[in-house]
């Protein structure tokens, strides 16, 4: 199975609360970039998505570009969640090709957990894809990983 974890695309300053950032126009580009690159080489089954705006917008342009493909919000992968719990409710759902979008540092150390390596910061709108027989901690590789345009 593989789960592509994604990171949200450039979001707006902290002038509103977190969870109601919104993409910014770059951010936006991210986003596509990503979905393109991601729906191109890989065949998601299932989206699962943070309930945070920017990542919902990032997921958009997922389903844009596969609208057959189901999904569900998970309340849990906030950027201040736990990622061991996250993990755990992750590997409950049935799919071969898993997208997740959420946020830093969620993300970082959901990746870590998988491979048992250390969490590595995301570039706004990375993806990484990872391989395993199933999700467990330590039992994944890292296989590809896409990173768009950034804004440095």
Known sequence: MKIILVRHGQAEDESR???ARQ???FGQQQAIQTAEYVTTHYN?????????DRAQQTLA????????VPSVILKNITPSD??????MDLANIE???????CHMSI???????????????????????????????GMA?????FVPEQPY
Do not use: N
């Open 17 to 19: 609360p977190d969870s």
């Open 23 to 25: 993409l910014t126009d």
């Open 44 to 52: 998601p089954d299932y989206f699962v998505v943070s309930p945070y």
């Open 61 to 68: 342009e997922f389903q844009s570009r596969a609208p057959t």
């Open 82 to 87: 736990d990622a061991r719990q996250a993990l």
């Open 95 to 101: 799919a071969e090709c898993l997208v997740v979008v």
């Open 107 to 137: 993300v970082a150390y959901i990746a870590g957990l998988l491979t048992g390596d250390y969490p590595e910061s995301f570039s706004l709108a990375e993806a990484r894809v990872f391989e395993m027989e199933f999700v467990m901690m």
């Open 141 to 145: 590789t890292e296989v590809d990983r």
